[in-house]
């Protein structure tokens, strides 16, 4: 997205308009990053359509799963937009859900714990961290949960309070010709530089294609609902995904 200085504030219909703008530009310049969405896409479809109940008790667990998929579309609509706050926080929000899921595939029984917010649900998070610390990993719902939580407190950090982080894309001083200095909040955030823009936006759909697979055992070994080469697929993309990030990481920056 172009750099530009703003006397005043955006109002509705300037933001709306450059929005819509920079998600134009997006679609026609960044083919590697449209071509991961679309991949992640064919397997959240792969996952969520035609879904058949054998037991409601199932239902919650595809709710969740349905709920991670809207804040994929939503994160990467975001991302696309130059909202990277708001896409990183949106995956904080799916990482909720996944670590839910993670627990209620584990013990279905435990669903009226949670419609009724209680034990382990109510501080479901905290829970988790504690087994992490205490080592006691053998009772964690799923072996991705460590990484899950680091990639949350990392989103809480970054994207979703007020906290000294949040505004490392959001303010900007500079000089203009004349010498006088000025500072600007940006309503857009993004990475100036393209590694590190790349290197945000492989993150964010690493999160998601890692949530997802908390829920591969579910589809395939259970449900049936797709077969095991959609899990050796996942896998791979995850892979893949990886690689790229560790060619643009910050040690490369």
Known sequence: MPEHVYDEPHEMF??????????????????DEL???NHIQGLYSAALSHVRLSDKADLIVYQLLGFTHYHFLFATACQFR???????NSLRCAIDGALVAAWLIKDRASQEAYYQRKKPFDKLNRHLRNLVREK??????HPHIPILLEMHELCSRFASHADVDTFAHRA???RDESGVEWATHEY????RDVREQRYHFFSLMHGF???????????VGEQKKVPAEWQQELHGVIA???????ATGPDDI
């Open 14 to 31: 300037r933001f709306v308009s450059d929005e819509h703008r920079q998600f134009l530009i997006a679609i026609a310049n960044e083919r």
């Open 35 to 37: 071509k991961a969405v």
């Open 82 to 88: 130059c909202h990277m706050a708001e896409a990183f």
């Open 136 to 141: 006691r990993t053998e009772r964690l719902p």
């Open 172 to 174: 900007r001083e500079f």
């Open 188 to 191: 857009f955030q993004f990475s």
């Open 209 to 219: 294609l890692v949530l997802l697979d908390v829920f591969s055992g579910f589809l």
């Open 240 to 246: 893949s995904i990886e690689k790229v990030r560790a």
